[in-house]
């Protein structure tokens, strides 16, 4: 059973920093997109970052020039490191990867409450 654990959310204030960590645990050999979602209160599930396992990445608008995603691919971890935060990124932000063995899989953290104050 594959399990995402992810770390590092808490209460900021607006321009500061917090860095989330997921590790990927269950036997997986290998993951090939490792990604962050965010959830606010009333609003749908958005992408916030992804990274592929040849560390390519994809941005949402909001975030591009703020967070940096990365990832290590020996761990099975990947990261987001979010700068300049600001109220509005105030959500409770998910781990999510996606892999292939045969047929496609994807599996979810447990999420993790990331509060900015102003």
């Known amino acids: 059973q594959v399990q995402l654990v992810e770390s590092g959310g808490g209460l900021v204030q607006a321009g500061g920093s917090l860095r989330l960590s997921c590790a990927a645990s269950?036997?997986?050999?290998?993951?090939?997109?490792m990604g962050w979602y965010r959830q606010a209160p009333g609003k749908e599930r958005e992408l916030v970052a992804a990274i592929t396992s040849g560390h390519s990445t994809n941005y949402a608008e909001f975030v591009k020039g703020r967070f940096t995603v990365s990832r290590d691919n020996a761990k099975n971890t990947v990261y987001l490191q979010m700068n300049s935060l600001k109220p509005e990124d105030t959500a409770v932000y998910y781990c999510?990867?996606?892999?292939?063995?045969?047929?496609?899989?994807?599996?979810w953290g447990q999420g993790t409450q990331v509060t900015v104050s102003s």
């Open positions: 269950g036997g997986i050999f290998s993951i090939d997109t």
């Open positions: 999510n990867a996606n892999w292939r063995v045969f047929r496609n899989y994807e599996a």
